[in-house]
């Protein structure tokens, strides 16, 4: 099993910035994509930027040039650094991690962090 903890989100003026953490523990070696979601309210969960299984990421178009995916192997964290935010950012923001584990795929998601962009 993988268990995602997030931590980071809170409310900022549109412009701020925010950075998200995501700690992974349990079966980290069996992770094979790890990044985040988001889900405004009425709306779908959406990518938001994740790593692929070959190390690259991959940003969704309204994020790109402002938010900026990262890691820290040692500390089994992946981070989200939003920038120049804006208030159509504001959404529950949820860590994911894919991966196989005893032959079976999972799709784990961690508890949701709150992003509120105010204008």
């Known amino acids: 099993q993988v268990q995602l903890v997030e931590s980071g989100g809170g409310l900022v003026q549109a412009g701020g910035s925010l950075r998200l953490s995501c700690a992974a523990s349990?079966?980290?070696?069996?992770?094979?994509?790890m990044g985040w979601y988001r889900q405004a309210p009425g709306k779908q969960r959406e990518l938001v930027a994740t790593?692929?299984?070959?190390?690259?990421?991959n940003y969704a178009d309204s994020v790109k040039g402002r938010f900026t995916i990262s890691r820290d192997n040692a500390k089994n964290t992946v981070y989200l650094q939003m920038s120049s935010l804006k208030p159509e950012d504001t959404a529950v923001y949820y860590c994911n991690a894919r991966g196989t584990l005893t032959f079976r795929e999972y799709n784990h998601w961690g508890q949701g962090t709150q992003v509120t962009v105010s204008s």
């Open positions: 790593f692929t299984s070959g190390g690259n990421t």
């Open positions: 349990g079966s980290i070696f069996s992770i094979n994509r």
